[in-house]
């Protein structure tokens, strides 16, 4: 058994920590597990029986796939911190075994299945990867001198337990390259985990915009995404067969792990752009805006290996992604597929940063073909069906991949969907706004819930009417209106049971596991309360260290409380001791500004502080009063007026309520 705790130097990102839900009691029936969760419903196992039989042959993969080049298992990784929490548990899904169970959908437990080893693997001589040591892959290429790290992972310490298990069963070798495919954190969080094989003058290659992408995805809308997220990969969710069992993309982020970040040193700008590291020549393609907003991916030509980073994976990917992010270009990343294909043709093995690889020249060119013509043909038919006056909701309704594409696994719905892909496209091109002058200003959740309520004939009505529903197997619409009734604020214990259990057979027939999870922890939550924590500001330090000042600045002004802010004029100047860098944040119209401190401005009140104290304080590790009169800061100007400033911007958490008001 693996079991490390690794303590980060400085710069370190401590991942988000959820404490326990506040339990509720909710009325139970005969089959629910211990967690609450009931028993899949007779249409449930019908539905899922039928998808069973309906399962493609193997096509461009399999489980002989999965298993291909084999050198060690790892069946009973388990990783900690030094205080005990867990942080990656592989025994945890030892469940998943044999034919799918009827509350699961049988496509993704046979993904669950195929990610459920841990394990060192040879993907070609010299290029060998370890998979099932967190969401992504580590791959590992053998240099002349040492070992080239490609994606080292989400955390310190599960790239520390995978290095070690891979250094037990390769030659013993320093790490002369590092390779970060993408802005991503499960692709380079993990990376001071290595830092002790790390070789004199290693160069870190990432591509153009890294940095800035990597520090600011999570920043500004950070608390809601953060939350969002918990919901999106089943945090809070037993590893059971009626909870958690893949992301679809892998197990699970490795949650509770130590994150850092390291400034690159060699940036790939451009496609064809070649370099050899420890005696391996690299031809990279930059894809910017594809799957992240900086990535790129890279052909070995002695090895013949395209390794594909995130552009291509063995699922549809997220045109757009449940936690929250910007909308993706599915025609540039298609695009982006073809200059591969085309550029890297001789490519006799794909090698990407998750799941399995695809070997033999044509099937990798038949790979590529039909992950590039899903991306466009989503894209295509969703601008030809809103053209044609169609809108998000019936688009999703409405389109299916062809015969052609839907002939194997590679593109299935395991982790992004036809359905929610197509409703990004719309939102590319037209935004929230469908056309229809009913939905412009809308009423809230609350006040909808009310009316329905009421026009339905009162709460009871609507109870008798949403288990007409789950009685009938009709379960999208009993969770709209059981959804209304809780937003209402007049549901019982009984419509929140209710509306729970039909989220739960919601999430029993979702093939994809991002929405199984959010299905499953709606259910979780309405049975057993929010959790009391969601994220802790201090655990963001590490982050916000490497975040350029104007957009820390810019987050700040994201948390200015508007109406506390109204009629208040302030301007206070911050110069950040260890940067010998000023500038001066004001407020006007309610807004926070910022720019450059001018010589000839005269502020409210000057701070000078170095720039990890400021993040201390920021992050409220540091308290400002305590502060005053110390060494480690000066201050001119009014106190008060530097403390009313600091006193209007908001302290989010992320606890907040998605399945009720």
């Known amino acids: 058994m693996i079991a490390r705790g690794l303590r980060l130097p400085v710069g370190g990102l401590v991942m988000l920590v959820l404490a326990a839900c506040s339990d509720r009691t909710l009325p139970t029936q005969e089959g629910d597990d211990e967690h609450g969760f009931s028993a899949p419903t007779a249409a449930t196992v019908q539905a899922n029986q039928a998808v069973a039989a309906a399962m493609p042959e193997p096509y461009l993969d399999g489980m002989d796939a999965a298993r291909r080049g084999l050198i060690a298992r790892a069946d009973d990784l388990v990783v900690t ?14 469940f ?11 496509g993704l437990w046979r993904q669950a299945d195929m990610h459920s080893i841990a ?17 992504a892959n580590m791959t590992l290429i053998r240099g002349e001198q040492g070992w080239i790290v490609v994606d080292p992972l989400t955390n310190a310490q599960t790239a520390e337990a995978a290095w070690a298990f891979a250094m037990e069963h390769l030659e013993p070798r320093p790490i002369t390259a590092m390779l970060i495919t993408h802005s991503h954190i499960d ?10 094989a790390f070789a004199d003058d290693m160069p870190i290659v990432a591509p153009s915009g890294f940095m800035e992408e990597a520090t600011s995805e999570n920043v500004l809308a950070g608390p809601a995404m953060q939350r969002r997220a918990g919901y999106m990969y089943g945090r809070e969710l037993p590893r059971s067969a009626r909870g958690h069992v893949d992301t679809g993309l892998g197990k699970s982020p490795a949650f509770n792990g130590l994150m850092g970040i390291m400034e690159p040193t060699l940036i790939v700008e451009q496609t064809g752009q070649t370099e ?40 549809l990917h997220n045109v757009y992604t449940l936690r929250g992010a910007k909308v993706r270009d599915a025609l540039a990343w298609s695009r982006y597929i073809e200059e591969a294909r085309t550029a890297f043709a001789e490519a006799e093995v794909f090698v990407g940063s998750h799941h399995w690889p695809v070997w033999g020249r044509d099937t990798v060119q038949t790979f590529l073909v039909e992950q590039r013509d899903t991306y466009k043909y989503i894209h295509d038919q969703t601008l030809r069906l809103a053209n044609n006056g169609l809108t998000p909701k019936e688009i999703a309704e409405t389109i299916e991949l062809p015969p052609s594409l839907r002939r194997g696994y590679h593109n299935r719905d395991y982790y992004g969907t036809v359905r929610h892909n197509a409703r990004a496209v719309y939102q590319y091109y037209f935004g929230w706004f469908d056309g229809n002058p009913a939905h412009l200003n809308a009423l809230p959740p609350a006040e909808v819930g009310q009316r329905y309520v009421k026009l339905a004939g009162g709460a009871e009505a609507v109870m008798q009417a949403a288990q007409a529903a789950f009685d009938a197997a009709d379960y999208r619409w009993g969770a709209e209106l059981l959804n209304h009734l809780v937003f209402s604020g007049q549901a019982s214990d009984s419509a929140r049971a209710l509306l729970a259990r039909t989220y739960d057979q919601m999430g029993y027939q979702a093939e994809s596991g991002p929405w199984r999870d959010f299905y499953l922890t709606a259910a979780y939550e309405l049975r057993h309360g929010m959790p009391e924590q969601v994220m802790n500001l201090a655990d963001t ?12 600045l810019d987050s700040m002004a994201a948390r200015l409380n508007g109406p506390k802010a109204e009629d208040v ?30 010589p000839a401005d005269s502020p409210d009140v000057t701070i000078a502080i170095s720039h990890p104290l400021f993040i201390r304080v920021l992050t409220r590790q540091a308290a400002l009063g305590d502060l005053f009169g110390s060494d480690e800061l000066a201050l001119s100007g009014s106190r008060l007026k530097l403390l009313k400033f600091f006193s209007l911007l908001d302290q989010p958490d992320g606890t907040f309520a998605i399945v009720e008001p």
């Not at 998943?96 to 049988?106: C, K, L, Q, Y």
């Not at 394990?119 to 969401?135: K, M, N, S, T």
């Open 276 to 315: 050899t590291l420890d005696g391996v020549e690299f031809v990279f393609q930059n894809a910017p805006g594809s799957e992240a907003p900086a990535e790129f991916t890279a052909y070995l030509p002695a090895s013949k290996a395209f390794l594909g980073a995130e552009i291509t994976s063995r699922t």
């Open 96 to 106: 998943i075994d044999g034919a799918a169970p009827d509350s699961v959908h049988p």
């Open 569 to 598: 004029t302030l301007s206070v100047g911050l110069e950040l001791t260890d940067r010998e860098d000023a500038y001066l944040l004001w407020i006007e119209n309610a807004v926070l500004h910022h720019r450059r401190l001018d």
């Open 541 to 552: 330090a590490g982050l916000l260290e490497h975040i350029g000042i104007p957009t820390l």
């Open 119 to 135: 394990a060192l693997f040879e993907v070609v001589p010299g290029i060998y990867q370890l998979r099932g040591f967190d969401l």
């Open 81 to 94: 911190r030094e205080d005990g929490r867990r942080i990656w548990n592989i025994p945890a899904y030892d």
């Open 187 to 196: 692709h380079f969080g993990g990376i001071r985990g290595l830092s002790q």
